[in-house]
T-cell receptor
Framework: AQSVSQHNHHVILSEAASLELGCNYS??????LFWYVQYPGQHLQLLLK??????LVKGIKGFEAEFIKSKFSFNLRKPSVQWSDTAEYFC?????????????FGSGTKLNVKP | KAGVTQTPRYLIKTRGQQVTLSCSPI?????VSWYQQTPGQGLQFLFE???????NKGNFPGRFSGRQFSNSRSEMNVSTLELGDSALYLC????????????????FGPGTRLTVL
């Protein structure tokens, strides 16, 4: 069965620290990959997406993610976090084939950036 | 462009009752997906509608149902409510379409907070 795993449930960083959030999925077929962010009291917003092409994708607010097909991973990175990055981050994977099309979210990672 | 809207924003029901939630997608979007968000289970996919047809379904009991109208607006119904149905219900819209069924970027609404007493 398909699944999405985010291993870091709660991350605490100081401003200017580097961030890497892990996301792994289980499925050998074709996928579309997404990272969403949910700031306190706000809607889920798309940070970045990968459909095909360059496996290193850049998103909004200085975030980037790298798709490593051999590792079934799509880790989110930011070189230097800010207090305003405090939020919950969700990895999402769209699994699809000729006879199914499903969308799964990871359990989320709460990021707390200390000023 | 107006975003995804969901009504009502908050709802309190008692066990055994039924509830209907509404979602209006972004203009031009034909796909509407529903999710249940809880602290314990995270975000779980309920179902997706495209052009008035349920295209995909998650692993929820038959008490959870939905429909989509010709204007792409969607409703979700939960019958015989249980305490465990208390959650934030999110609706997401996307352009959808395409022969491969590939999802486009999903835009989320603010959600409906359902509390079952």
């Amino acid at each position: 069965a398909q699944s999405v795993s985010q291993h870091n449930h709660h991350v605490i960083l100081s401003e200017a620290a580097s961030l890497e959030l892990g996301c792994n999925y289980s499925y050998g077929g074709t996928v579309n990959l997404f990272w969403y962010v949910q700031y306190p009291g706000q809607h889920l917003q798309l940070l970045l997406k990968y459909f095909s092409g360059d496996p290193l994708v850049k998103g909004i607010k200085g975030f980037e993610a790298e798709f490593i097909k051999s590792k079934f991973s799509f880790n989110l990175r930011k070189p230097s976090v800010q207090w305003s990055d405090t939020a919950e981050y969700f990895c999402a994977v769209n699994f699809f084939s000729y006879n199914f099309n499903k969308f799964y979210f990871g359990s989320g990672t709460k990021l707390n950036v200390k000023p | 462009k107006a975003g995804v809207t969901q009504t009502p924003r908050y709802l309190i029901k008692t066990r055994g009752q039924q509830v209907t939630l509404s979602c209006s997608p972004i203009s031009g979007h034909r796909s509407v997906s529903w999710y249940q968000q809880t602290p314990g289970q995270g975000l779980q996919f309920l179902f997706e509608y495209f052009s008035e047809t349920q295209r995909n379904k998650g692993n929820f009991p038959g008490r959870f149902s939905g429909r989509q109208f010709s204007n792409s607006r969607s409703e979700m119904n939960v019958s015989t409510l249980e305490l465990g149905d208390s959650a934030l219900y999110l609706c997401a819209s996307s352009l959808g379409g395409g022969g491969s069924g590939t999802y486009n970027e999903q835009f989320f609404g603010p959600g409906t907070r359902l509390t079952v007493l």
